[in-house]
């Protein structure tokens, strides 16, 4: 295919989503060794726990396999070629890369899969576990993924992006748009990782506290959609002169764009609210478990201090 100017492609035919998820001639390369390279080191370390008589929740593979296969669907199809030209098919891909992407792969717990997969080092030595431990507990993590920093990343990441000549200049070359798209994906692992990954994080607050903070970020993709919906002329210029194969109108195709952020707004928001409302009530099933445990090995004891307790209180009153 033909690159316009922009590094567009200047002879695809008129969108469908049949055309879009087409393999053959569309994609980007990088993401398809990604994608592969993701999903081999995944298998590699479930296998490896295996080997050795560990289990691994089979939820969680799956849950990271859909991830990554979310990002393929985006990336290594002709919708990649189709988002080069059309705001409508970008927006799709922003979207599934940044928000339902980033929820399943950490729902695959991949940092606690490979902590439990890399051998330990030698005493006295550091090997890729020990670096990775001391990474997690780093100053540039709890930095990174504390809340101050992680919703205004998210938020700029949209209105900094769009409404500012950046987004022009990356969409000029094909190695524009993987910076891009890559930066999309990091900023929803690193917005969503504190909120309702499985993985350890230095920054874990309550759940009260982290449902807080989804939705602290979730409105300003409305408000975003909203925008361009509303807009009466159309906001970048990449997207200004499609082929005219395509058969669209920019406005119209910026409008679609719009429907489409302000949608995605809600979708993830239910998804990683379902998410935190069962870890909450798997956590509250572990912390009762391990209370009745610590009742069987003691005789409940703290029940039997409460109980002589109030019988004081008692005696004293009578007293």
Not at 131 to 140: D, G, K, N, P, T
Not at 304 to 318: K, M
Request: with cysteine.
């Amino acid at each position: 295919m033909d690159h316009g100017g922009h590094g567009t492609m200047t002879d695809l035919p008129p969108f469908t989503f049949g055309r879009g998820l087409e393999f053959a001639g569309g994609g980007d390369p990088v993401f398809l060794v990604g994608c592969v390279l993701a999903l081999a080191l995944y298998g590699w370390g479930v296998v490896r726990l295996r080997r050795r008589g560990d289990s691994w929740p089979v939820g969680r593979g799956v849950a990271f396999a859909a991830g990554v296969l979310t990002i393929a669907a985006v990336m290594c199809t002709a919708l990649n070629d189709y988002g080069m030209v059309m705001f409508s098919v970008h927006m799709v891909q922003h979207m599934v890369i940044s928000m339902v992407s980033p929820i399943l792969i950490l729902l695959g717990a991949p940092v606690t899969l490979t902590l439990r997969a890399l051998p330990t080092a030698a005493r006295g030595r550091k090997g890729p576990r020990e670096l990775l431990v001391a990474l997690l507990h780093s100053r540039y993590m709890k930095v990174i993924s504390h809340p101050a920093f992680t919703i205004p990343l998210f938020i700029a990441s949209l209105y900094g992006l769009y409404f500012s000549p950046v987004f022009d200049f990356l969409m000029g070359s094909r190695a524009g748009h993987i910076v891009m798209m890559t930066h999309f994906l990091a900023v929803g692992l690193i917005f969503f990782w504190p909120i309702m990954g499985v993985d350890p994080g230095p920054n874990r607050p309550g759940y009260i506290m982290r449902m807080l903070e989804l939705f602290a970020g979730m409105p300003f993709h409305a408000f975003f959609g909203i925008a361009l919906m509303m807009a009466s002329e159309p906001m970048v210029t990449t997207f200004l002169h499609p082929p005219a194969s395509l058969g669209i109108d920019p406005l119209d195709d910026q409008t679609a764009a719009g429907g489409i952020a302000w949608a995605f707004s809600e979708i993830p928001s239910v998804i990683v609210l379902v998410a935190l409302l069962f870890q909450w009530y798997m956590s509250e099933q572990r912390q009762a478990r391990r209370k009745d445990r610590a009742a069987d090995r003691d005789g409940d004891a703290e029940l039997a201090a409460y109980n002589a307790y109030l019988a004081s209180l008692e005696a004293r009153g009578r007293g």
